[in-house]
């Protein structure tokens, strides 16, 4: 059994949710040498679920060879990832804010999916799930996209937003796990931890 996971994630979004189930966790951050926006890129005609799926393995790999390079104590290792999509189109974190405003204008006034993925290692083994929710915006003005662009809470996140920010007061339904659209889906997560043998 282990007392605490390694969280190869920089969102603290992930790290709040954890400490919301209560697990110890240590970040496991890239070295400075590493390139892992570059992990990040999407095959041409890759299927969402695929996308989402490749990328968090590719993180957890990374990860794990980061925890043996450093000799570290093992410990179960968490990676995730999430991704927006709509129909077979996938909407990563935006380049800027005109990029940011595209995907803001596409999500107005329809439903998208919100895709998380998340992987555990522990020792040789490794468990994996993935969380679908569905999302609904009302139409958005160009002037309440502008403003929300100047918040600043677009960038760095996928879809342009972040559900638990001030975007709150355009989403007309929410489909599925919150949590998970925040970036950790919580029961999945939970699940994952359990049957790689972490106690809390």
Known sequence: ????????????RRRQLLEQLGVRHELLLPDMDEDAES????FKNEA???YVQRVTGLKLDAAVARMK????????ILCS????????????????AKDAARMLR???GATHRVLTAVAVQAGRRRFEALSTSRVSFDELTRAEIRAYIASGEPMGKAGAYAVQGRVAMHISRIDGSYSGIMGLPLREA????RAAGLRF
Request: hydrophobic share 40%; glycine share 4%; aromatic share 6%.
């Open 48 to 50: 969402p679920t695929a």
């Open 1 to 12: 059994m282990h007392e605490f996971i390694y969280l190869a994630s920089q969102s603290p």
């Open 81 to 96: 990832d999430t991704t927006v999509a709509m129909g077979s189109l996938i909407y990563g974190k935006p380049d800027d």
């Open 190 to 193: 939970a699940q994952l931890l």
């Open 69 to 76: 390079r450093r000799k570290l104590p093992p410990a179960p």
């Open 106 to 108: 596409e999500l107005s």
């Open 39 to 42: 992990l990040e890129a999407v």
